[in-house]
């Protein structure tokens, strides 16, 4: 359990790629080092020993004949002094005698060499305890006869330095890996503390404490942009749950009133003996009461869905002028009661959901005719302006009170409760409009003093 925690752990995984990737790039440096340094090895002795074979030719080329080469033996032997590793052979080709030997390396090499083909490539052998590198070839006197030179070196000094490189490069990586590994650990470990305080607020909060929030002031960039986000996500939670709360509360208040009228009928019906017509009435007022419960929860559910974005919209072309007529019609009838006349003027068309913009107009035209002054006529006026399409519906009567205007569209939100209650309201219809056009991208306004016009006015974003 242990083990799975730490490789649960992200400054473990930290730690881990970092030691995996330092790894890799020390094996591929101390290949890439071991290389380089037997290139410039190889390099070298193919220097030297090119440099000392045309010493070597430019001595023969002062002597005559093969015959000459033991009298300047000393001249031989300058071209190898202060370089011990450095050995000679000089070998008559017609007589494969051996001519000058500077030492048992040297006549080893004529041995070991004796069948390779001349030419100015480094020949390599090895014995037992070493491994040497040679030159050889042979070089015509003017008289025609042939001497051929053997030049090697041994290679033991290379051998040496290529181990302690080796050996270097062994006992260093499994110490630079463990430094790179607690180095990385406290990197991470330091780099990832900020995010306690992600761990902290989460664990600690809760429906009382959806105020707290995190401070990103001295967060690194990309935990801060973190921070930003995750301010939001409380915010959004925050506003949510002061939502539901007033919400609950406001559903609560609303349904308490018929449920009570409705539990207070039927108890005083029970009460004594009733005729059939006295319980008929009750339930009659009931159905009343049952209808208003009703359409509540319809609404209720429709806000639900509309605030969370669960109504899908199927948008069409939507004649606005159409369906204001369309709803003018509808409530001809409670309007001409109170003699009150519906106009519609202009026309727009927008890209919206056919049902929804019937309920908002709805709304709004059922609501000026209950609020509209008996024997005035309520217009509504359609136009397409500067990217929008607007719809205003304007009726005469006593108007709103500035102080109601910011909270109208509020659910449950009545200017005149009791009035409200009795024309069947449930306080959900502006609130209802709100959502419609927020879904559609749009916006809805009022304009409005206590004795002269209302206006409330549809904005839809109809792009050119």
Not at 126 to 137: H, I, T, V
Not at 178 to 207: D, E, I, K, M
Request: aromatic letters at 4%; one cysteine or more; a negative charge.
């Amino acid at each position: 359990m242990r083990r799975w925690r730490l490789a649960s752990s992200l400054a473990a995984r930290i730690t881990l790629a970092s030691t995996l990737v330092s790894l890799v790039v020390a094996v591929a440096a101390g290949v890439f080092g071991y290389e380089a340094v037997i290139v410039h090895l190889e390099d070298r002795i193919e220097d030297e020993l090119t440099g000392r074979r045309q010493q070597i030719l430019h001595v023969l080329a002062g002597l005559a004949n093969p015959a000459d080469i033991g009298a300047h033996r000393e001249r031989f032997d300058d071209i190898l002094i202060g370089h011990d590793g450095l050995h000679l052979a000089l070998q008559d080709v017609a007589g494969s005698s051996l001519l000058l030997v500077s030492s048992q390396t040297a006549a080893r090499s004529v041995a070991v060499l004796g069948e390779e083909p001349d030419g100015e490539s480094i020949l390599s052998w090895r014995d037992p305890a070493e491994r040497w590198s040679a030159l050889r070839n042979t070089y015509r006197f003017p008289s025609g006869q042939q001497v051929r030179y053997y030049l090697s070196t041994t290679r033991m000094h290379d051998d040496v330095l290529i181990g302690h490189y080796l050996g270097a490069i062994a006992l260093g990586l499994p110490l630079i890996l463990v430094l790179v590994a607690v180095g990385a650990w406290a990197v991470a470990r330091t780099g990832l503390a900020p995010l306690h305080r992600f761990n902290h607020l989460a664990a600690s909060t809760g429906a009382s404490s959806l105020h707290l929030r995190l401070s990103a002031a001295d967060l690194p960039e990309e935990l801060s942009e973190l921070a930003r986000e995750f301010n939001g996500m409380l915010d959004r939670i925050d506003q949510g749950y002061g939502r539901l709360l007033e919400f609950s509360g406001d559903l609560a208040h609303e349904m308490r009133t018929p449920i009570a009228t409705l539990m207070g009928r039927s108890q005083v019906a029970l009460s004594q003996s009733r005729s059939t017509q006295e319980l008929r009435e009750v339930l009659e007022g009931n159905i009343e009461e049952l209808e208003r419960l009703s359409g509540l929860t319809s609404d209720i559910l429709f806000m639900a869905r509309a605030e969370d974005g669960a109504t899908a919209l199927q948008r069409e072309p939507v004649p606005l002028h159409e369906e204001a007529r369309r709803v003018a019609e509808f409530l001809a009838l409670p309007a001409e009661e109170k003699g009150i006349s519906i106009s519609v003027a202009g026309a727009a068309t927008v890209a919206a959901d056919k049902l929804l913009v019937e309920r908002a107009v709805t709304n709004l035209l059922s609501n000026a005719v209950r609020h509209a002054t008996p024997g005035t006529a309520i217009r509504v006026c359609v136009e397409r302006r500067s990217g929008e399409a607007r719809l205003a519906v304007t009726n005469s009567g006593e108007g709103i009170p500035a102080e109601h205007l910011p909270r109208l569209f509020d659910r449950f939100y009545r200017v005149d409760t009791a009035r409200a209650r009795s024309d069947g309201g449930t306080g959900l219809g502006l609130a209802i409009v709100k959502s419609i056009m927020q879904a559609h991208g749009g916006s809805v306004e009022v304009e409005s003093a206590p004795g002269t016009q209302t206006t409330f006015r549809l904005r839809f974003p109809c792009p050119e």
